[in-house]
């Protein structure tokens, strides 16, 4: 209610009177962004708006994106999956069906891998972010750290299978892991954890990479 969605708007209406192909990206849950800019608020991409809502002021596109966390996630997972077969099975697993709802920070994590594959495509000169309330805006600038170092591969590999089996301290860890994840959750879905995660090995570096460079763009020049 302080204004956040409309300055957002005007900047990204003043960058196209400056001719600079602009994007304006919400990651807040609230519609305001889709309304504002008479955009549909479940694209699956950014949606060039009408230059005739600019009454012929604008000498670049404005784009807007109602951020989804679902579409980008699945975008995600195919660009990064080696091949398609195994971009179904992640994407049709019952895990994954739940992780952009329960798993913590999923919301700010697809808002940095959005504003990275944006920021790299070369398609925009600015991309204007209207964020939500001051403590998730925040989160989300904490997201690329985080992530990255959840992606840690000795974290991960902590719910590999076989990870019982490696050195004593590692082993030790990772049997305390499993037996408190089979206590609370059971042996059915310790199973299917460690097969969804297996699955997900080999991306999780390109996602830390991304992480990392989302990171970097928040904290230069080229950003304020």
């Known amino acids: 209610g302080v204004g956040k969605t409309t300055t957002s708007a005007a900047l990204g209406i003043a960058g196209a009177m400056l001719a600079r192909r602009t994007l304006v990206l919400t990651i ?5 962004l889709a309304e504002a800019m008479g955009i549909p608020a479940a694209s699956r991409e950014p949606v060039t708006i009408d230059p005739a809502r600019f009454g012929g002021a604008a000498r670049a ?14 975008n995600l997972v ?17 895990l994954y069906g739940h992780l952009t709802e329960v798993v913590a920070g999923m919301q700010e994590y697809t808002a940095a891998e959005a504003l990275y594959t944006l ?31 959840f992606l840690d591969e000795r974290v991960l590999a902590l719910f590999l299978p076989g990870a019982e089996k ?3 301290m590692y082993g030790s860890a990772a049997t305390v892991v499993r037996n408190v994840f089979v206590k609370v959750l059971g042996e059915t879905f310790w199973a299917e954890l460690q097969e969804f995660l297996l699955r997900f090995s080999g991306m999780f570096d390109p996602m830390r990479s991304h992480a990392g460079s989302v990171r970097d763009l928040l904290r230069s020049n080229a950003t304020s």
Do not use: Q
Request: proline residues 10%; aromatic residues 8%; glycine residues 2%.
């Open 119 to 149: 920021s790299s495509s070369g398609k925009y000169d600015l991309i204007v972010l209207d964020t939500p309330p001051s403590r998730n805006a925040l989160a989300f600038l904490e997201a690329p750290r985080k992530l990255s170092m």
């Open 166 to 168: 490696r050195g004593f």
């Open 61 to 74: 596109p404005v784009d807007a994106w109602m951020l989804s966390p679902s579409v980008v996630f699945e």
């Open 28 to 32: 807040d849950p609230a519609r305001r």
């Open 78 to 94: 195919r660009r990064l999956a080696p091949d398609e077969e195994r971009a179904k099975v992640i994407l049709s697993s019952r």
